[in-house]
């Protein structure tokens, strides 16, 4: 990839001055898509306190660092190399890592500690025990904290980023950090105590080892007097702040997924002590969280731990439902089209507070088209990315069932077991994503049948909202409505659809006909025979192998069978396999032309269309969020 600042002097772009305007003009080889024009933004500036005030600190001009935590997956390690005789795939988390500029534009160090996830080490056995049952995963928790430990000083940002049980772990550190802050070098030879003493401070019976360490008479770490008297004797710095948590699909409310056959032959504990110390909830140190959630995840092994923010915690949380499973979220399979759009969230969500190369997201997608030529597949459609099947290996053997966005209840810290308390203030939304890939008819989980997104349509419904418009000359409200009765509790009864961020939109630019569909939809509502001539328009999917798509995954190259042999049958068989699946998909779809306006129950929100594009999470009455912006984006949409 080739980048070069039009109308501007020759210098290294990563030293221009802060804020410099003019396009970015990218060239990606090959030349079959669209180039695309971008406007250099404004990067983060420092705002930390200069030498003077935090004297010691190696910040190029004086100022803070910024210390980035990065913990991958269960079995991910980027630095595997080769797997199985090719390049192991990174994932979400590896791949930020190496988006983050070494310093910042204006001279502040970025630096990026990188942890390689539970069960990726050591022979066969200690991968398949590390990895079923989280052994390690304190260990790992230890590690990071200790990093942090060593290297702040006062003005310092902490980001933590984490995919899977690296979600888990991140998570866990600021929980830790929330109980007891950040343990100083005098205090760091306490860090074993201290760490079983957080573990254990719920439990009644807990006896320490060693009961002068780190202090005599110690009450419990559950008491505000143990985290006071540490700060005291010099031990730790308390009211650390958190500048962000960046998550993919946080596993499972211990961080250990639960296979009941697993506790039946003693590899997991009922109450899986161990893990219970852990605190997944926000802590009023972090100042921005944020998560993607995978919608089509059934192994109930993997439930995700989606957070709550506590009554009064004043943290930015965004947490966004995508298309995919759990490594279509947080990367590692071959084809990594889901992923590069929710790296290209979560790059847009750090870009505020971290300056990352902006050409590495479409390196990546250019990566992606590069592997699509090599299986003799056509370039696929944004958002039709294949959605691999989870449900094999052992994990499988735990069950599954479908995913609840919106309706999911709290968790006892002490036991893992779910309670009847609803979560409350989630702030939840639905990336633009799932909507197109259900009304696109993008192809279901291996590229069988059409895709359904039964986790979010069983319970909601879509609804477009052009308010008293009789044209599309506004943006629309878009959002998912609950089905159910206004009676119930516990479900959120809007979940909004999440903006497109700027480096979103320059991805989904690439595909310019289904990109015209994200901000242009037909409205709820909307007759059959429009319907039916926006379908004869719209992309086709990669799965479709009626003769429009050639090598699509699940189609027939012509003349050739699926297994690369001639294909001797006639044309006219060649058919589809999910033609009959495409029948019920229009007439499901002609259903939900059926939706009622919502108008009378739900006021429209005319003087925000204008911002919907870009926004900020602002909470709302009913425990969803709605989005804003003060101000449009300079980049016309």
Same mark, same amino acid.
């Given at each position: 990839?080739?980048?070069?600042?039009?109308?501007?002097?020759?210098?290294?772009?990563?030293?221009? /001055?802060?804020?410099?305007?003019?396009?970015?003009?990218?060239?990606?080889?090959?030349?079959?898509? /669209?180039?695309?024009?971008?406007?250099?933004?404004?990067?983060?500036?420092?705002?930390?306190?200069?030498?003077?005030?935090?004297?010691?600190?190696?910040?190029?001009? =004086?100022?803070?660092?910024?210390?980035?935590? @990065?913990?991958?997956?269960?079995?991910?390690?980027?630095?595997?190399?080769?797997?199985?005789?090719?390049?192991?795939?990174?994932?979400?988390?590896?791949?930020?890592? %190496?988006?983050?500029?070494?310093?910042?534009?204006?001279?502040?160090?970025?630096?990026?500690?990188?942890?390689?996830?539970? =069960?990726?080490?050591?022979?066969?056995?200690?991968?398949?025990?590390?990895?079923?049952?989280?052994?390690?995963?304190?260990?790992?928790?230890?590690?990071?904290?200790?990093?942090?430990?060593?290297?702040?000083?006062?003005?310092?940002?902490?980001?933590?980023?984490?995919?899977?049980?690296?979600?888990?772990?991140?998570?866990?550190?600021?929980?830790?950090?929330?109980?007891?802050?950040?343990?100083?070098?005098?205090?760091?030879?306490?860090?074993?105590?201290?760490?079983?003493?957080?573990?254990?401070?719920?439990?009644?019976?807990?006896?320490? &080892?060693?009961?002068?360490?780190?202090?005599?008479?110690?009450?419990?770490?559950?008491?505000?007097?143990?985290?006071?008297?540490?700060?005291?004797?010099?031990?730790?710095?308390?009211?650390?702040?958190?500048?962000?948590?960046?998550?993919?699909?946080?596993?499972?409310?211990?961080?250990?997924?639960?296979?009941?056959?697993?506790?039946?032959?003693?590899?997991?504990?009922?109450?899986?002590? !161990?893990?219970?110390?852990?605190?997944?909830?926000?802590?009023?140190?972090?100042?921005?969280?944020?998560?993607?959630?995978?919608?089509?995840?059934?192994?109930?092994?993997?439930?995700?731990?989606?957070?709550?923010?506590?009554?009064?915690? &004043?943290?930015?949380?965004?947490?966004?439902?995508?298309?995919?499973?759990?490594?279509?979220?947080?990367?590692?399979?071959?084809?990594?089209?889901?992923?590069?759009?929710?790296?290209?969230?979560?790059?847009?969500?750090?870009?505020?507070?971290?300056?990352?190369?902006?050409?590495?997201?479409? !390196?990546?997608?250019? !990566?992606?088209? &590069?592997?699509?030529?090599?299986?003799?597949?056509?370039?696929?459609?944004?958002?039709f990315g294949e959605i691999y099947n989870s449900m094999t290996g052992i994990y499988a053997l735990g069950?599954?069932?479908?995913?609840?966005?919106?309706?999911?209840?709290?968790?006892?810290?002490?036991?893992?077991?779910?309670?009847?308390?609803?979560?409350?203030?989630?702030?939840?939304?639905?990336?633009?994503?799932?909507?197109?890939?259900?009304?696109?008819?993008?192809?279901?989980?291996?590229?069988?049948?059409?895709?359904?997104?039964?986790?979010?349509?069983?319970?909601?419904?879509?609804?477009?909202?052009?308010?008293?418009?009789?044209?599309?000359?506004?943006?629309?409200?878009?959002?998912?409505?609950?089905?159910?009765?206004?009676?119930?509790?516990?479900?959120?009864?809007?979940?909004?659809?999440? /903006?497109?961020?700027?480096?979103?939109?320059?991805?989904?630019?690439?595909?310019? &006909?289904?990109?015209?569909?994200?901000?242009?939809? /037909?409205?709820?509502?909307?007759?059959?025979?429009?319907?039916?001539?926006?379908?004869?328009?719209?992309?086709?999917?990669?799965?479709?192998?009626? =003769?429009?798509?050639?090598?699509?995954?699940?189609?027939?190259?012509?003349?050739?069978?699926?297994?690369?042999? @001639?294909?001797?049958?006639?044309?006219?068989?060649?058919?589809?396999?999910?033609?009959?699946?495409?029948?019920?998909?229009?007439?499901? @779809? %002609?259903?939900?032309?059926?939706?009622?306006?919502?108008? !009378?129950?739900?006021?429209?929100? %005319?003087?925000?269309?204008?911002?919907?594009?870009?926004?900020?999470?602002?909470?709302?009455?009913?425990?969803?969020?709605?989005?804003?912006?003060?101000?449009?984006?300079?980049?016309?949409?």
């Amino acid at each position: 990839m080739s980048v070069a600042r039009s109308a501007a002097p020759s210098r290294d772009p990563s030293r221009a /001055p802060n804020g410099t305007p003019g396009p970015i003009f990218v060239q990606l080889p090959p030349v079959d898509r /669209p180039p695309i024009y971008i406007d250099a933004p404004a990067r983060p500036r420092s705002n930390g306190p200069l030498a003077g005030a935090a004297p010691g600190l190696s910040g190029g001009r =004086g100022m803070f660092k910024r210390l980035i935590v @990065a913990c991958d997956g269960t079995w991910l390690n980027s630095d595997n190399g080769m797997v199985n005789g090719k390049l192991a795939v990174p994932s979400n988390v590896t791949r930020i890592s %190496r988006a983050i500029k070494a310093v910042s534009q204006d001279g502040i160090p970025q630096v990026v500690n990188y942890h390689f996830g539970v =069960g990726s080490s050591g022979g066969i056995v200690d991968r398949v025990v590390g990895g079923t049952t989280g052994e390690g995963l304190g260990e790992n928790v230890r590690e990071a904290y200790s990093f942090l430990a060593n290297n702040y000083h006062p003005g310092d940002e902490i980001f933590l980023i984490g995919f899977s049980r690296g979600a888990f772990t991140a998570r866990s550190i600021a929980g830790l950090i929330g109980e007891v802050g950040l343990l100083t070098k005098k205090g760091l030879h306490a860090l074993p105590e201290v760490f079983k003493d957080v573990q254990h401070r719920r439990d009644e019976r807990y006896v320490p &080892k060693n009961p002068n360490v780190p202090f005599p008479n110690r009450p419990s770490a559950d008491d505000p007097r143990y985290a006071d008297e540490l700060e005291r004797r010099g031990l730790t710095r308390l009211d650390i702040p958190i500048k962000a948590i960046a998550v993919w699909d946080t596993v499972g409310s211990l961080g250990t997924p639960r296979l009941g056959w697993l506790t039946k032959v003693g590899l997991q504990s009922n109450e899986s002590k !161990e893990m219970a110390f852990y605190d997944t909830k926000l802590s009023h140190c972090v100042e921005n969280a944020f998560q993607a959630l995978a919608l089509d995840e059934k192994r109930s092994a993997f439930s995700p731990a989606v957070w709550e923010k506590p009554e009064g915690n &004043k943290t930015t949380l965004r947490q966004v439902w995508f298309p995919g499973v759990h490594s279509n979220i947080g990367g590692g399979y071959d084809d990594q089209q889901l992923a590069n759009i929710t790296l290209a969230w979560m790059m847009s969500q750090l870009e505020p507070f971290l300056d990352m190369r902006d050409e590495y997201l479409f !390196e990546q997608e250019a !990566e992606n088209d &590069k592997y699509y030529r090599k299986e003799r597949q056509e370039l696929r459609p944004w958002s039709f990315g294949e959605i691999y099947n989870s449900m094999t290996g052992i994990y499988a053997l735990g069950g599954g069932n479908f995913r609840t966005p919106g309706v999911y209840h709290a968790t006892n810290p002490n036991n893992g077991r779910t309670t009847d308390r609803p979560l409350r203030q989630t702030n939840e939304y639905i990336h633009p994503s799932v909507r197109t890939r259900i009304r696109l008819h993008g192809p279901g989980v291996s590229d069988r049948n059409v895709y359904e997104c039964r986790a979010l349509t069983d319970n909601y419904k879509l609804v477009v909202d052009y308010g008293v418009q009789s044209s599309k000359a506004g943006d629309p409200d878009i959002f998912w409505k609950f089905k159910g009765s206004s009676k119930e509790v516990g479900a959120v009864k809007v979940l909004p659809e999440a /903006p497109l961020w700027r480096l979103e939109r320059e991805l989904a630019r690439r595909d310019p &006909k289904t990109y015209d569909y994200v901000r242009k939809p /037909p409205a709820s509502g909307t007759g059959t025979k429009k319907r039916r001539d926006r379908d004869k328009a719209r992309p086709v999917s990669a799965d479709f192998s009626n =003769g429009r798509v050639r090598g699509g995954r699940g189609s027939f190259v012509e003349g050739m069978g699926r297994d690369g042999a @001639a294909d001797t049958r006639p044309r006219g068989s060649r058919r589809s396999f999910i033609e009959d699946d495409r029948v019920r998909s229009k007439s499901r @779809a %002609r259903s939900m032309d059926r939706e009622t306006d919502i108008r !009378e129950t739900m006021p429209h929100r %005319r003087a925000k269309d204008k911002t919907w594009w870009d926004g900020e999470s602002v909470a709302d009455g009913r425990g969803s969020a709605r989005l804003r912006s003060p101000r449009r984006s300079s980049m016309r949409v």
